[in-house]
Nanobody, 125 residues
Framework: QVQLVESGGALVQPGGSLRLSCAAS????????IGWFRQAPGKEREGVSC???????TYADSVKGRFTISRDNAKSTVYLQMNSLKPEDTAAYYC???????????????????WGQGTQVTVSS
């Protein structure tokens, strides 16, 4: 059974940093691209970043230069390092597994078929 569990969300001041983790089980992580998405209250879910099997990545313009995605296949975990956080980064953050094995990553949520329960990130002074 595929399972994704996010952790690491917290309340942080503007300019601070957090590292989110996505622990995967029930499938072979290194066979799939993994994405991070976020959803703020009253807004649609948006793609933040994704990482391919070979470790290359894609970022939304809003987080480029501030967020870094990485993966540790041996630990079956994907990370999202978030630096220089802004109040507009406040959202529930979700990781997701790409539907098709072996394809590249995408920031389109409909390309993913398994989702975690989310972890809350709040950026506020």
């Amino acid at each position: 059974q595929v399972q994704l569990v996010e952790s690491g969300g917290a309340l942080v001041q503007p300019g601070g940093s957090l590292r989110l983790s996505c622990a995967a089980s029930g499938f072979t992580l290194d066979d799939y691209s993994i994405g991070w998405f976020r959803q703020a209250p009253g807004k649609e879910r948006e793609g933040v970043s994704c990482i391919r099997r070979d470790g290359t990545s894609t970022y939304a313009d809003s987080v480029k230069g501030r967020f870094t995605i990485s993966r540790d296949n041996a630990k079956s975990t994907v990370y999202l390092q978030m630096n220089s956080l802004k109040p507009e980064d406040t959202a529930a953050y979700y990781c997701a597994k790409r539907s098709l094995r072996g394809v590249g990553c995408s920031l389109i949520q409909y390309h993913y078929n398994n989702w975690g329960q989310g972890t809350q990130v709040t950026v506020s002074s």
